[in-house]
């Protein structure tokens, strides 16, 4: 159980263009999700908090209108990399937190994403 | 904001020693979790333990909230338990947002 996919698992993309990535859990409902980037060799760091039918919350320094968000069920979570460039290059990482459980989170497997 | 530290960062095992691994948080915490982050990238849940001790099979951890640390103890270990260990808080009242060290990279040798 709490089974967390993403899609897809890795993607090549031109400078400037768009890029969306899905975040999906299988089997069980997630009021909240996260999304998370990570450099090589780094820690994660959480870019936002996504909640089911509401605005996504931004951390600090991170572009809202560049990482576009949305939580439009209980179980998808979309990241839309906008006008992409090479330095938006790396390891994008959701997880779900179990709706009505304790809080504990999920991973997805990531997505690697390399901007040329 | 809340600070999590890890120690070692690095460590090199023969197979089939023992280790532990650390972490210390700066504050209360109603949440930690130990992941195994594999060579793929994908991060598994070994415990969600923000109280307590717990076990599972070769692995075992233990959080004593009050003087905020946890501990993750690997038993006989395998190559397969190479990878970065990451521990990760919630603080006290901060819904579900998690707080990552910076991990601990262990590298289990035949």
């Known amino acids: 159980g709490a089974v967390v996919s993403q899609h897809p698992s890795r993607v090549i993309c031109k400078s400037g263009t768009s890029v969306k990535i899905e975040c999906r859990s299988l089997?069980?409902?997630?009021?909240?999700m996260f999304w998370y980037r990570q450099f090589p060799k780094q820690s994660l760091m959480l870019m936002a908090t996504?909640?089911?039918?509401?605005?996504?919350?931004?951390e600090q320094g991170v572009e809202k209108d560049k990482f576009l968000i949305n939580h439009a069920s209980l179980t998808l979570s979309t990241l839309t990399v906008t006008s992409a460039h090479p330095e938006d290059s790396s390891f994008y990482i959701c997880?779900?937190?179990?709706?009505?459980?304790?809080?504990?989170?999920?991973f997805g497997p990531g997505t690697r994403l390399t901007v040329l | 904001g809340i600070q999590v530290e890890q120690s070692p960062p690095d460590l090199i095992l023969q197979e089939g020693a023992n280790s532990t691994l650390r972490c210390n948080f700066s504050?209360?915490?109603?949440?930690l979790q130990w992941f195994h982050q594999n060579p793929w990238g994908q991060l598994i849940n070994l415990f969600y333990?923000?109280?307590g001790t717990k076990q599972n099979g070769r692995l075992s951890a233990t959080t004593v909230a009050t003087e905020r640390y946890s501990l993750l103890y690997i038993s006989s270990s395998q190559t397969t338990d190479s990878g970065v260990y990451f521990c990760?808080?919630?603080?006290?009242?901060?819904?579900?947002?998690?707080?990552f060290g910076k991990g601990i990279t262990l590298s289990v040798r035949p």
């Open positions: 990760a808080v919630v603080i006290s009242g901060a819904n579900s947002k998690l707080t």
């Open positions: 333990i923000p109280s």
């Open positions: 996504s909640n089911e039918g509401s605005k996504a919350t931004y």
């Open positions: 089997d069980f409902q997630a009021t909240t």
């Open positions: 997880s779900a937190v179990l709706a009505g459980g304790k809080n504990e989170q999920f």
């Open positions: 504050d209360s915490v109603n949440n």
